[in-house]
Structures are given as C-alpha cells and as structure tokens.
C-alpha cells in the first residue's frame, strides 16, 4: 500500500485511471466510536472491476479464527465487476486497501464518509445478547425448533443435508470431517450470496423465491417428521451451540474488541453468579421483612362477637380483681374501712358474684326487652317519624300558606291575648 492514495473521512475523489485507495485506521480508542463504521462508495456509469489487495503471508499470521476465515474468503473471492460498490469498514479494525481498474476511459467516484451507529451491528449485538441469555429457553421450545431448522435449511443446506443423513453414515470421524467441509462451503457461499444480493434479487427473483419456499417447506416437514428434542443431552448441545453463535454475534457486533471479550466474560460470570445472587437476594428479603414495620390492621366485630368479648373480658377482670384482692399486698383493713359494704366485699373475694340478684331484677326491667326505658325510645322514634311524614308531603307551590299555618299552630292564643 506504498503506492496507493490514502481515504481520509469525508473525501470526494473522481479518477479515470486505475488506482489503489488504503483506509489506515485510527489506533486511538474511543467508546462513541463504538458502533461506528466508515462506508466508502465507489461509483461510475461504466462498469469497473473492484479488488481488495490483501497479503497471503498475513493469513498465517491472524490472531483469531475469525480473522484466518475472513482473509481466507478474500484470497477465494474474485474480482467484482459493477458499475456501483458498497464497503463498509469497521472502526479499529484491519487496514483496508482494494484496487479500481476501469474497463474504459470512464471517470468514477470515491466517497468516504463515518456512519456514527451503524444499525446492523447494534443488531447484532443486542442479538447476541438476547440470544446468550435465552438460550437454553429457546432450546426447549418447539416453535424455535421448527424456526432454525428453515433457516438452517436455507443458509446451509449442505450442513443440514448432512444432519438429515447422519444415521446413514457409520464412523464418527467421517461425519464430523464432512460436517466441518460443509460448513466452511455454506459460509462460502452465504458469503457470495451477501455480496451478490441486489444483483440475484433484481435478476433472478423467482428462482430465489423458488429456492426459499421449497427449500423451507422441505426443511420444515423434515423437522416436523424428527420432532422437537427431547433428550436432555440434545438439549444442552443446541443450547451450547446457541451460546458459541450469541458469542460471535457479540464479536461482530462492536468495533472494539476489548469491549467484546469484556462484554462475553461478564456474559458468563452473569450465568454462573445467579444463584449467589438468587440467595442474596432472598436474604435481604428475610431482612427488609424483620425490620419492616408491620402495619395495624383493624377488624371490626359482630355484635355477637362483642358481647361475648365483652363478657369474657368482665369476667377475666373480675377474677385478676380477686386473685389480687387475695395476695398479702393487698391493703385489705384500708379498703374495708372505705367499703359501705364490707360484708359484700369479702363475699365477692370469697367468689360470689359482683352484682346482686336484686339489682339484676331491676337492670332487666328497666333496660331489658318490655321495660319502660325501650318503650319511651319506641315510642318517641314513632312520634318524630310521624311528624316528619306531614312536613315532606307540602308541594313547594303552597310555601307561603305553610308559613302562615306555622306561624299559627304553635301559638293558638294568641289573638285573644292581644
């Protein structure tokens, strides 16, 4: 990339002859930055070829998996040839460097400009987190199932061809062998597919409509013949394999790599730090609820129930009375010598009762059922009763004739004393 014009944000270039263009990266690190990335658009009304430079050697060398399949997909991709391209570049990633080489003497475009948030990684880092964490509820679901399996069907077919067949083939290390070619060609040509989309899409429409419907009914009937997993041990590997794949997706969904390790490593203390957290929790529970305050509650009694707590109140009062009167602490010649009726005292200390049958003859008659005291109330609610009936029966018409018959019931003499 010596020889090659280097992209800064916000450049406009026009050229007509072939050139290479290098994007350097920015070494500091920012969090804004975070999901941020530069899209460069090369454009031209005649169609030109569009290479990325990349150095062989620099496939040994890469640090990560990712990384080995990412420059391993550029040596096998060919050139593309468009008359208009999209890159988009991650921030803090690899320097980028491609070539332009123009069919004709046709002058195209480069422009460079920074997409603060970009939408497809924030996607996909939300994703991988919601799949991370729902994984293993995800895996016992049915609809789930059925819903990865068209999709595995679609992207990968070879991948889920060969999970079809796996009973039919005999050794272990046959299968896996083919598994791990069939998933390196899938990516390949999910791959392609990703860079060729708008052009399949506005070319060939109803073949890939064909493709998808049959391809998705084929895998959805497939599923449904096997049935949702049932084995615990299917259901943890599904789960693990769910996880691994809410890992990448964390991987590729920020520009910083650090914030991604950072971000998976709290992922996994999180799942082995619930219980801990469960049991603090119920904890602090058991706290906040000895010290809390309980709150009085009020209930209102029957009048049944009142009379009967009122009874036995008496008569638990009356005999802490007695038992108190009979201890050596009790002044017994002070109280006799302020009692009328010491005789009556020392009867009802001794355990009779404290009122008499006499007064009890007289409560009942005047307060019990046909005693006067009932009758006087009976008698004066009918009374007032009656009185009101003849005042709310007066239309509001009359007013003036009832004033004047009011005036005149409550005094009438008084025309002869004047």
């Known amino acids: ?5 280097l992209l800064q944000e916000m450049d406009v270039i026009q050229k007509q002859d072939e050139n290479c263009y290098c994007y350097v990266q920015n070494r500091t690190i920012h969090l804004q930055y975070l999901w941020s990335t530069i899209q460069i ?14 150095e062989r050697n620099n496939c040994r060398n890469s640090e990560t998996v990712f990384e080995f399949a990412a420059c391993a997909v ?15 570049i991650k921030q803090y990633g690899k320097d980028v460097c491609f070539k332009i080489q123009p069919f004709k003497i046709e002058p195209y475009i480069v ?42 069907g679609v992207l990968a077919l070879l991948v889920f061809v060969l999970l079809t067949l796996k ?16 998933w390196m060609v899938s990516l390949y040509l999910i791959y392609c597919f990703k860079e060729n989309i708008q052009w399949l899409w506005s070319e060939h429409k109803n073949y890939l409509l064909g493709y998808f419907l049959a391809v998705g009914i084929t895998s959805f009937a497939i599923c449904y013949q096997h049935g949702p997993l049932t084995t615990e041990l299917s259901i943890n590997l599904l789960t693990w394999m769910l996880q691994l794949t809410a890992f990448v997706l964390i991987y590729f969904g920020v520009t910083i790599p650090q914030v991604a390790y950072a971000v998976i490593a709290v992922s996994l203390c999180s799942k082995g730090l619930c219980y801990p957290l469960g049991a603090a929790c ?4 058991k706290v906040k609820h000895l010290f809390k305050s309980k709150k009085l509650v009020f209930k209102y009694l029957t009048e049944e129930e009142y009379r009967e707590q009122g009874e036995s109140e008496t008569i638990r009062a009356l005999e802490e009375l007695r038992s108190f009167c009979r201890s050596p602490d009790f002044p017994s010649w002070i109280a006799v010598s302020k009692l ?3 005789h009556r005292f020392a ?26 005291f009932l009758e006087e109330q009976l008698f004066e609610t009918r009374a007032q009763s009656e009185q009101d009936e003849p005042a709310n029966s007066v239309h509001e018409e009359d007013e003036e004739n009832a004033n004047e018959m009011h005036t005149q019931v409550p005094f009438p003499y008084a025309t002869e004393l004047l």
């Open 1 to 5: 990339g010596k020889n090659c014009s």
């Open 41 to 54: 658009k090369v454009s031209s009304r005649e169609k030109f070829r569009f290479e990325p430079i990349s």
């Open 74 to 88: 550029q040596i096998l991709w060919k050139p593309e040839t468009c008359t208009e391209t999209f890159l988009s």
């Open 111 to 152: 422009r460079v400009k920074r997409e603060m948030l970009d939408g497809k990684l924030l996607f996909l880092f939300v994703a991988g987190i919601f799949l991370f964490h729902f994984a293993n509820s995800l895996s016992r679901s049915a609809k789930f199932f059925y819903l990865s399996g068209i999709i595995l």
């Open 167 to 182: 009973r039919f083939i005999p050794r272990h290390s046959t299968f896996w062998i083919l598994m791990s070619g069939s």
């Open 282 to 285: 119920h904890i602090a529970r």
């Open 340 to 342: 009328q009726a010491p």
């Open 347 to 372: 009867a009802f200390v001794l355990g009779s009762p404290h009122v008499s049958p006499a007064e009890t003859k007289a409560h009942d008659e005047q307060y019990g059922i046909g005693s006067s």
